[in-house]
């Protein structure tokens, strides 16, 4: 079955720092890979996607590439700010099916 | 404002009672989904509805039970709480450009 392996946190950073949050993931086929964010009392959002090999999803600073060779999606941001303290979810969905696999979830705190 | 609108946003439940999430979306989504978030473990599929009358077990169904009313509305009933329930759970719905999910309703069972 489809799985996500998540870096465990919790991450504390200055603002400023670079980024970096792994993700690798198992599944058949070709999925589609997401990174979601969830900000403090908050439902999800989607933060950016990626839907084949080699693309890159980007938004708000953040990037991800989609790694079939190595099974990554590793979300990198250049200059963190403390509005980017939030928890980070990475996720994927399957060919023909709509249902989302979670990572653990990573919870980032930038420190001022 | 469109979206995804869950109620209650809290409860708090004895041992054994018994209650309904519910959820509902104005944006005409065939697909509707409950999620619970535990710490550590992420979101996990408790049911979802692929379409109106339909629905589906996901990864952790026991002790749960839903209802696809209609297209807009998907709820989640425990009838028997627990402890081990005592959660955030999210509803959230979706078509082929992505999800959309709802604010959530924390869950304490005593």
């Known amino acids: 079955g489809n799985s996500v392996t998540q870096m465990e946190g919790p991450v504390t950073l200055s603002e400023e720092a670079f980024l970096t949050i792994n993700c690798t993931y198992t599944a058949t086929g070709y999925p589609s890979l997401f990174w979601y964010v969830q900000y403090p009392g908050e439902g999800l959002q989607l933060l950016l996607k990626a839907t084949k090999a080699d693309d890159k999803g980007s938004n708000k600073g953040f990037e991800a590439t989609y790694r079939k060779e190595t099974t990554s999606f590793h979300l990198e941001k250049g200059s963190v700010q403390v509005s980017d303290s939030a928890v980070y979810f990475c996720?994927?969905?399957?060919?023909?099916?709509?249902?989302?696999?979670f990572g653990t979830g990573t919870r980032l705190t930038i420190i001022p | 404002n469109a979206g995804v609108t869950q109620t209650p946003k809290f409860q708090v439940l004895k041992t054994g009672q018994s209650m309904t999430l519910q959820c509902a979306q104005d944006m005409n989504h065939n697909s509707m989904y409950w999620y619970r978030q535990d710490p550590g473990m992420g979101l996990r599929l408790i049911y979802y509805?692929?379409?109106?009358?339909?629905?589906d077990k996901g990864e952790v169904p026991n002790g749960y039970n839903v209802s696809r009313l209609n297209k807009r509305e998907f709820s989640l009933r425990l009838e028997s709480a627990a402890p081990s329930q005592t959660s955030v759970y999210f509803c959230?719905?979706?078509?082929?450009?992505?999800?959309?999910f709802g604010s959530g309703t924390r869950l304490t069972v005593v």
């Open positions: 959230a719905s979706s078509d082929l450009h992505g999800y959309t």
């Open positions: 509805s692929a379409s109106e009358g339909t629905t």
């Open positions: 996720a994927l969905t399957n060919f023909g099916n709509e249902k989302l696999t």
